[in-house]
């Protein structure tokens, strides 16, 4: 059974920082794509950074420039850096991962369950 487990959510003022982490375990054979959603309330989905390798990234707008995304392929781990954060950006951040439990197996998407990142003006 694969499992998404994110952390690093919390309370910030305007213009602080929040390191997200998201840890894949289970029975994995490889991962594709990994990326960050958030859902604010009244609000869709929506795509904030996403990566393939350290050179395949791409972003929200709005984040750009304020976030980084990162992966360690060896621990199955992606990582988003949330600096100058702003009161627009709260929401709940998931975690999202492409993953292929054996080399014959398609893709099937998993989902961490949600942090709660909440920015104070």
């Known amino acids: 059974q694969v499992q998404l487990v994110d952390s690093g959510g919390g309370l910030v003022q305007a213009g602080g920082s929040l390191r997200l982490s998201c840890a894949a375990s289970?029975?994995?054979?490889?991962?594709?794509?990994m990326a960050w959603y958030r859902q604010a309330p009244g609000k869709q989905r929506e795509l904030v950074a996403a990566?393939?390798?350290?050179?395949?990234?791409n972003y929200l707008g709005s984040v750009q420039g304020r976030f980084t995304i990162s992966r360690d392929s060896a621990k199955n781990t992606v990582y988003l850096q949330m600096n100058n954060l702003k009161p627009e950006d709260t929401a709940v951040y998931y975690c999202?991962?492409?993953?292929?439990?054996?080399?014959?197996?398609?893709?099937?998407?998993?989902w961490g369950q949600g942090t709660q990142v909440t920015v104070s003006s």
């Open positions: 999202h991962a492409q993953i292929r439990v054996t080399s014959s197996d398609p893709v099937v998407i998993y």
């Open positions: 289970g029975r994995i054979f490889s991962i594709d794509r």
């Open positions: 990566i393939i390798s350290d050179r395949n990234t």
